[in-house]
C-alpha cells in the first residue's frame, strides 16, 4: 500500500483545511486508516482512524467536534477535514493503514506502532 499526504498548509486560527490521503496498491476495503500528527519536540499523536470496509471512525478526544475523517471509495482516498483549528494543531500530519479491522475496532490505533503503511506527511501551521 503506498499513501500520499496532501492539502497542508498555514491557515489562521478558526480556520479550516482539508487533507486527503491517497492510496495506491490496495483496492480492498479491509483497511484500517488513521491520520496521526507530530509536533517538533512531541510525540506522535493519534488524531482519528476509519475502518473502511464499515465507515466505523473514532477520534482523540482534544479534536472531537473540530475533525472529521470521511473517505471517497471511488477515489480510494481517505480525508481529514479539520475545521475551528487552532496553534496547538500545528504539526506534520501522516496517515497510515493496516489491513483488517482490528487496530480501528480496539481503539490501539491511537498508538501508531502496529500500522504497517505510511505516508510522507503533509505539514499543518496555525497561526
Known amino acids: 500500500v503506498q499513501l500520499v499526504e496532501s492539502g497542508g498548509g498555514s491557515v489562521q486560527a478558526g480556520g479550516s483545511l482539508t487533507l486527503s490521503c491517497a492510496a495506491s496498491?490496495?483496492?480492498?476495503?479491509?483497511?484500517?486508516m488513521g491520520w496521526f500528527r507530530q509536533a517538533p519536540g512531541k510525540e506522535r499523536e493519534g488524531v482519528a482512524a476509519?475502518?473502511?470496509?464499515?465507515?466505523?471512525?473514532d477520534y482523540v478526544d482534544s479534536v472531537k467536534g473540530r475533525f472529521t475523517i470521511s473517505q471517497d471509495n471511488a477515489k480510494n482516498t481517505v480525508y481529514l477535514h479539520l475545521n475551528r483549528l487552532k496553534p496547538e494543531d500545528t504539526a506534520m500530519y501522516y496517515c497510515?493503514?493496516?489491513?483488517?479491522?482490528?487496530?480501528?475496532?480496539?481503539?490501539?490505533?491511537?498508538?501508531?506502532?502496529?500500522?504497517?503503511?505510511w505516508g510522507q506527511g503533509t505539514q499543518v501551521t496555525v497561526s
Open positions: 496498491g490496495y483496492t480492498r476495503r479491509d483497511l484500517c
Open positions: 476509519i475502518y473502511r470496509g464499515t465507515d466505523n471512525t
Open positions: 497510515a493503514a493496516d489491513s483488517g479491522p482490528r487496530l480501528c475496532y480496539s481503539g490501539s490505533w491511537r498508538r501508531g506502532g502496529d500500522f504497517d503503511y
